[in-house]
């Protein structure tokens, strides 16, 4: 590993997202959202809002369709994405949520979509509230995930 990269590992490891405590609003979003029959971009677009603003941060655009882009040997899948956070060279963000799954292109669940979402949202705050240079999956990005599902559920 170079030198960047483990310093990197390292501030990701020990990084956590400031503990808040979310508006009931926030919190309802999430909820009903969790619980939606049909997801859709606006619902997306309401709970990564409200989280943006729980953490004071500018909002991200959220897009919800496609198909989840996917490797297969013929046989089966071998590696698929959920979705994708991208950053501009000028700093600024989106969040590519895939709608349909990758082989049977069926519309993820509800549930499934905000989980993706969370995960997006928080590569996203790697940067923007925890300082980060680069948001990579170590322990902490995911201990930071369970950080915000935990706030959101409380």
Do not use: W
């Amino acid at each position: 590993m170079s030198e960047t990269y483990q310093d990197n590992y390292q501030q990701s490891q020990t990084k956590t997202l400031p503990t808040l405590s979310f508006s009931e609003i926030t919190k309802k979003e999430y909820k009903l959202g969790r619980e939606s029959e049909d997801m859709t971009t606006r619902q997306l677009q309401k709970i990564a809002d409200a989280v943006c603003s729980e953490f004071g941060v500018v909002q991200v655009p959220i897009s919800f369709e496609g198909r989840q882009p996917h490797k297969h040997d013929g046989k089966r899948l071998k590696r698929y994405q959920l979705g994708v956070h991208q950053r501009t060279n000028f700093g600024n963000s989106r969040i590519q949520i895939y709608k349909y799954t990758a082989m049977r292109q069926k519309q993820r669940s509800a549930k499934g979509s905000i989980s993706t979402l969370l995960h997006e949202l928080c590569h996203y705050f790697d940067y923007r509230v925890c300082g980060l240079r680069k948001s990579i999956h170590s322990a902490g990005f995911y201990k930071r995930i369970g950080q915000l599902k935990d706030m959101l559920s409380c």
